[in-house]
Structure formats: C-alpha cells, structure tokens
C-alpha cells in the first residue's frame, strides 16, 4: 500500500482537461473518479478503489436499505478516466458540477485517495486548518 501526500494549485483547461501532479502520480493509465466528501472529488488508483468497494460491500448487509442506497449512490458516482498521451485526464462533467470546479484547483494527496477541490470550496474548508491543527490532531487519536 502507498500513501498520497500533498497538496498542488492547478488549473482545468478549456476542454476540461487535468494533469495529476507527478508527485501522486503512479503507472496506471486510468484513475477511478466519484464524488466525494464536503463538494469534493475522490480519486483512487486501481488497487485503492477495489479495496475500497471490497471494505464496503464487507460492511453493508444485503438487508440494510440505507446502507444499499449509500452504496448504490458512491457507486454510480464513479467514473473511470484514461489520460491521453500528454497525461492529462478530462474531469468528467457531472463530477465537475458537483464539485464546483471552474478553472482553478486544489489537487491534495489524502493518504489512500487523491482529492480534487474547487480552489475557492478548498479554501473555505480548510481556513481554520493552522489555528485549529492541535484540536485537529487530536482526533487523529495516534
């Protein structure tokens, strides 16, 4: 297992497309995008994303109808994107809207899974990060 750490501007171009910076990026041609917490996008490598599926599915009983439909809606939200030959992926355009990306990006190495933000919702989130980082790490609980 490999940990993404990080955290990189950059811009989506006028066709939508986006470079993974080198620093989060592996071998593989293709990524798994879904939508993500707080307006943000998940990103997973092949390895990161069937263990993931495979965590999930371990944990919610066929019975559990909020559990499926939790499941069924991440689920649906993925999108496998290949990168072209220069490396940039084009940001598939449901995913886009619900993270309210425009142009400007904030692309963040979060440990199993990169994450994409929209510049401005990243900021907002984030703005308390320094002041409140002991508070922060201490439900890290390490």
């Not at 991440?74 to 992926?89: H, I, L, N, P």
């Not at 400007?104 to 190495?109: E, F, R, S, T």
Request: with cysteine.
């Amino acid at each position: 297992m490999f940990y993404l750490t990080g955290e990189y501007a950059h811009q989506m171009d006028t066709k939508n497309r986006i470079r993974i910076p080198n620093k989060l990026k592996g071998d593989e041609k293709g990524l798994y995008f879904s939508k993500g917490t707080n307006n943000c996008i998940f990103v997973y490598y092949e390895a990161g994303f069937k263990e993931l599926i495979q965590k999930i599915e371990e944990k919610i009983k066929m019975s559990d109808e909020g559990g499926q439909l939790a499941l069924r809606v991440f689920a649906k939200s993925f999108t496998y994107v290949e990168g072209d030959a220069q490396g940039r992926m084009i940001l598939p355009p449901k995913l886009k809207q619900f993270a309210k990306i425009d142009k400007d990006l904030v692309i963040c190495g979060a440990g199993s899974h990169i994450e994409i933000w929209a510049k401005e919702v990243h900021d907002q989130y984030f703005a308390n990060e320094d002041v409140d980082f002991d508070e922060l790490f201490k439900k890290l609980d390490i």
